[in-house]
């Protein structure tokens, strides 16, 4: 039994970008014209408001399953998965081995609902950029190029302050960071960077939510192999390596990539039931167990306080019809501030 901590799923920073950051701020105030006509569904409600959203239920059943007297110790009802009876003379090492089984599974459910909607994020990040990225630049633009033309005319001070303000955020001085930005993330080398390098073609996720059929093959495999199941160093790794793939799998939303990994794994080593040993290295777990559920509960809150996060709560039922949404009131902007440049360089 090993109790190192598999790592936390991580999130691309790609909606912290300095060009997404002002793709936000004007998106603010569809936000706001959204929400002045109703809530968006699941606001305020916490990690598992909405869509893929880390479901709070799974958070609080792996809280409850994982929690203790205060060192990592079980009820009678962790033990027993919650129903309270045991069998008469059952050792007590045997109902905390049950405990931390019951514990495992409802932190590996709650990790597969954050990573999800982490993917979700990731998605709608990529393909907001992708798809909406030239209109905000071109709408950047034409609001540098009217404020030039109202400081021209007028030539007053404090407007060719703003015209220089505006251009300025047009052409933004990249500092080291944004420059290696888009290639290096707390993976390694970007997905897009690895098939520039490699000359492969970039493969985009096709939608913000991968299908339902999708999401099942990620949820079974990702129950089935998890690393948190591993006996020891070299089937973690095993483990470790397939996760990787199933994740790469999913965030494509390829079905078909899925189901060749379920039939490889069906083919692969069968892994004998664990035996748990004895009550300090169960204790141990359930104490690592809770650690983890603590972590994961961090990283869904930020996910979902996120701009991307805060965007996909606007429609948690079809995210990939926002972007249409979202890109027609950008053209509709366009085409007014076309006319206010024409009107005053006329």
Not at 142 to 155: C, H, V, Y
Not at 276 to 286: H, T
Not at 318 to 334: F, H, K, S, T
């Amino acid at each position: 039994m090993t109790h190192e901590a598999a790592g936390v799923p991580t999130t691309r920073n790609d909606d912290d970008r300095q060009d997404n950051d002002r793709q936000h701020g004007r998106h603010a105030r569809h936000e706001e014209q959204t929400e002045e006509q109703g809530q968006p569904a699941g606001a305020g409600s916490g990690a598992g408001a909405v869509g893929g959203a880390p479901d709070g239920a799974a958070a609080d059943a792996a809280g409850e399953a994982v929690a203790g007297d205060g060192d990592g110790r079980t009820g009678d009802g962790a033990a027993d998965g919650g129903t309270g009876d045991t069998a008469a003379g059952e050792r007590p090492e045997a109902r905390l081995a049950r405990a931390v089984r019951v514990a495992e599974q409802a932190l590996i459910e709650f990790e597969i609902a954050v990573e999800t909607f982490r993917v979700e994020v990731e998605n709608f990040s990529r393909l907001h950029h992708q798809k909406l990225g030239p209109m905000y630049t071109r709408l950047d633009e034409l609001d540098a190029q009217i404020a030039e033309a109202r400081a021209a005319r007028t030539g007053d001070p404090e407007d060719i302050r703003k015209a220089q303000e505006a251009r300025a955020v047009v052409m933004p001085m990249p500092g080291v960071d944004e420059l290696f930005h888009d290639w290096i993330d707390s993976d390694g080398l970007s997905p897009e960077a690895a098939a520039m390098l490699t000359e492969q073609p970039v493969r985009p996720p096709k939608r913000v939510r991968p299908t339902e059929e999708a999401r099942r093959l990620y949820r079974d495999l990702a129950r089935k192999a998890h690393p948190d199941l591993a006996q020891d160093e070299a089937e973690r790794s095993r483990r470790d390596e397939f996760i990787a793939r199933v994740n790469a799998a999913y965030g494509l939303g390829d079905e078909a990539l899925l189901m060749e990994l379920a039939q490889e794994w069906e083919a692969g080593p069968a892994m004998p039931e664990p035996e748990l040993g004895e009550s300090e290295e169960l204790y141990a777990r359930l104490n690592w167990l809770t650690q983890r559920k603590d972590l994961l509960t961090v990283l869904a809150r930020e996910l979902e306080e996120s701009a991307i996060g805060a965007m996909l709560r606007m429609a948690p039922d079809d995210p990939d019809r926002l972007l249409d949404e979202i890109a027609e009131q950008l053209l509709g902007e366009v085409a007014q501030r076309e006319d206010e440049l024409a009107g005053l360089v006329q």
